[in-house]
């Protein structure tokens, strides 16, 4: 266990990435581990993890990871520290915390004190630690710098508390945190202005996005009339669409996969008029099929993300098990229901369905049959648990070869990406992208919008906190001058009627006497309608008084005027 869970902060090469979470030797196949009922590793008596294989033994060792930490007493503490922690978190967000105690916490400090044996870091060493992190190898501001330093600040602070209940395992490390509180306030500070970030991106996707929704909905039909003409065209025969024209193909296969290939319709593009859009080409020629069915699930991807704001896993998580539906007896009508499984809170959820998402999910069941009776059964990988799934009827799964896989997120990214460039949205000149978490943040800010609760939307995203949705919200400007106006009414409502009423032509021409009497001598009286003047028109002593640039050498002469009297009187006494 010990070196399988540090072999994860600097993995570089994939089969050493592969070996140090399988447990593969080079000679042979890994050993089947032994799980916990939920599919947790159970750990042995001995602190290791049952089907660890003897490569990991020489998991740090200096020919095994590019950056190798020595065997020493806090190396020992780190597995210790990372083993107590796994329970609580997922494959990925446990190599993220190794990657940065292990790799630019603890390798950092021993390129600076090679010496250093325990926890309790000299002044001049961490100061020298954080100047030389703070940057990257080629001079730029890092990125993970106020994540690292909360890491490090929480294993002093966990071992500085585990050490109440077990002193002889953890009281030996205690010691001062090298990482001031200060950076407490520094992380807050730029975890605002990361939501800010965030809210201002928020803002220039809302305009964007019926342009970007039309785009999926006319890349959808092109690809679709582009099928349809492919089909209907002999091979060698030549067809046009949106002004290419495409002549019917077969490749010549050369390899076992291409083979498999051989159902799928190939076309030569030969001509493309001005203006028309290029056609993707794989290997010089156009494959109708791929570029069909990448439209049709861009489509369908782009249409489930902004109509139930699910993250991207939960996304390729739904089944066809996930469409439900609930007939309330007050209304007597059937409710369709969208099933969330358990993911990041673990907790479930049910999402309702409005008609155009039915129709969309209703299209890729269609889709994911393909002219079956029930939906094939595909597995996914989950890159976060570095685990592969039950065999389960996906929605969101295409036939790949021999198999039928669940889309990656790597291609839902690719598939989101090739849609904007469809698009073609800029803001200020620059290309703009839509990630699935967007619509995540769209989603929240049109249900916050349309009048929905905070607590009703926190339970559609499955948020534990209601903070967490309000970080989702992102607040135009119009929405502030609408809730200002509804306040002012509001306020209105709640005023004497009398105060309401319409003003006389004696009263308005008072009103505006006021203003027209405002004009002084030097300037301007700002005093507040309807008030009496203090100072009996003495303006150069009243506060109200706004001097008028151009009699300001009326004043000097005033001020001038006024000491030589003064100065005279108090000769004459």
């Given at each position: 266990m010990r070196n399988s869970i540090l072999a994860v902060a600097c993995p570089r090469h994939p089969s050493r990435e592969y070996r140090a979470r399988t447990g593969a030797s080079g000679a042979g196949q890994p050993a089947a581990p032994q799980r916990w009922p939920d599919g947790g590793r159970r750990p042995s008596r001995t602190g290791r993890v049952a089907g660890d294989g003897p490569a990991l033994a020489g998991g740090l060792s200096r020919h095994r990871t590019p950056h190798p930490i020595?065997?020493?007493?806090?190396?020992?503490?780190?597995?210790?520290?990372?083993?107590?922690?796994?329970?609580?978190?997922?494959?990925?967000?446990?190599?993220?915390?190794?990657?940065?105690?292990?790799?630019?916490?603890?390798?950092?400090?021993?390129?600076?004190?090679?010496?250093?044996?325990?926890?309790?870091?000299?002044?001049?060493?961490?100061?020298?630690?954080?100047?030389?992190?703070?940057?990257?190898?080629?001079g730029r501001p890092r990125g993970e710098l106020h994540s690292t330093l909360l890491a490090i600040r929480g294993l002093y602070r966990d071992l500085a508390e585990w050490s109440h209940h077990d002193p002889v395992r953890w009281g030996i490390?205690?010691?001062?945190?090298?990482?001031?509180?200060?950076?407490?306030?520094?992380?807050?500070?730029?975890?605002?202005?990361?939501?800010?970030?965030?809210?201002?991106?928020?803002?220039?996707?809302?305009?964007?996005?019926?342009?970007?929704?039309?785009?999926?909905?006319?890349?959808?039909?092109?690809?679709?009339?582009?099928?349809?003409?492919?089909?209907?065209?002999?091979e060698g025969e030549q067809f046009v669409v949106d002004g290419v024209t495409f002549a019917r193909s077969r490749p010549h296969p050369r390899s076992h996969y291409e083979v498999q290939k051989a159902s799928q319709l190939w076309a030569e593009v030969l001509h493309t008029e001005p203006g028309a859009r290029a056609v993707p080409l794989h290997g010089g020629r156009a494959n109708i099929t791929m570029l069909e069915q990448d439209a049709f699930w861009a489509w369908g991807l782009v249409e489930t993300l902004r109509h139930?704001?699910?993250?991207?896993?939960?996304?390729?998580?739904?089944?066809?098990?996930?469409?439900?539906?609930?007939?309330?007896?007050s209304t007597?009508?059937?409710?369709?229901?969208?099933?969330?499984?358990?993911?990041?809170?673990?907790?479930?959820?049910?999402?309702?369905?409005?008609?155009?998402?039915?129709?969309?999910?209703?299209?890729?069941?269609?889709?994911?049959?393909?002219?079956?009776?029930?939906?094939?059964?595909?597995v996914r990988y989950d890159p976060h648990e570095k685990t592969h799934g039950q065999p389960l009827p996906h929605l969101f799964a295409r036939r790949r070869g021999t198999r039928h896989e669940v889309i990656s997120m790597f291609a839902v990214r690719t598939l989101l990406g090739v849609t904007a460039d469809w698009?073609?949205?800029?803001?200020?000149?620059?290309?703009?992208?839509?990630?699935?978490?967007?619509?995540?943040?769209?989603?929240?800010?049109?249900?916050?919008?349309?009048?929905?609760?905070?607590?009703?939307?926190?339970?559609?995203?499955?948020?534990?906190?209601?903070?967490?949705?309000?970080?989702?919200?992102?607040?135009?400007?119009?929405?502030?001058?609408?809730?200002?106006?509804?306040?002012?009414e509001r306020r209105r409502a709640l005023r004497h009627s009398a105060e309401q009423r319409t003003a006389t032509g004696d009263e308005w021409a008072e009103?505006?006497?006021?203003?027209?009497?405002?004009?002084?001598?030097?300037?301007?009286?700002?005093?507040?309608?309807?008030?009496?003047?203090?100072?009996?028109?003495?303006?150069?002593?009243?506060?109200?008084?706004r001097v008028d640039s151009a009699q300001l050498g009326r004043i000097e002469e005033m001020t001038t005027n006024a000491e030589a009297r003064l100065a005279e009187a108090r000769d004459n006494v």
């Open positions: 020595p065997p020493s007493g806090v190396r020992d503490l780190l597995v210790d520290y990372l083993g107590e922690l796994k329970p609580g978190m997922d494959y990925g967000s446990l190599q993220g915390l190794a990657y940065r105690l292990v790799r630019l916490f603890w390798w950092g400090i021993l390129q600076i004190n090679p010496d250093q044996t325990d926890l309790r870091i000299a002044p001049q060493t961490a100061t020298r630690w954080r100047e030389r992190f703070a940057v990257t190898t080629d490390w205690v010691a001062p945190c090298p990482i001031p509180r200060t950076e407490s306030r520094a992380a807050a500070t730029d975890q605002r202005r990361r939501k800010a970030r965030m809210q201002a991106r928020t803002r220039v996707l809302t305009p964007l996005l019926p342009a970007f929704v039309a785009a999926g909905e006319a890349r959808r039909d092109w690809g679709k009339r582009l099928l349809e003409s492919a089909q209907a065209t002999p139930t704001g699910i993250r991207i896993e939960e996304l390729l998580e739904l089944t066809q098990l996930s469409l439900r539906h609930y007939t309330p007896a007597n009508t059937l409710v369709p229901l969208l099933h969330i499984v358990p993911f990041k809170t673990d907790a479930e959820r049910l999402i309702p369905m409005s008609p155009l998402l039915v129709t969309v999910l209703l299209a890729v069941q269609r889709r994911a049959k393909n002219g079956t009776a029930h939906v094939p059964l595909s698009a073609g949205l800029t803001d200020n000149g620059e290309p703009v992208r839509f990630t699935p978490h967007d619509f995540r943040r769209l989603f929240t800010t049109e249900l916050v919008g349309a009048g929905l609760p905070l607590h009703i939307a926190a339970s559609l995203l499955g948020h534990l906190s209601l903070d967490t949705t309000r970080g989702y919200t992102t607040v135009f400007p119009e929405h502030l001058i609408a809730a200002h106006e509804a306040l002012v009103f505006e006497q006021h203003f027209l009497l405002r004009k002084v001598a030097l300037g301007d009286c700002h005093r507040p309608y309807g008030t009496p003047c203090v100072h009996e028109h003495a303006c150069t002593r009243c506060r109200f008084l």
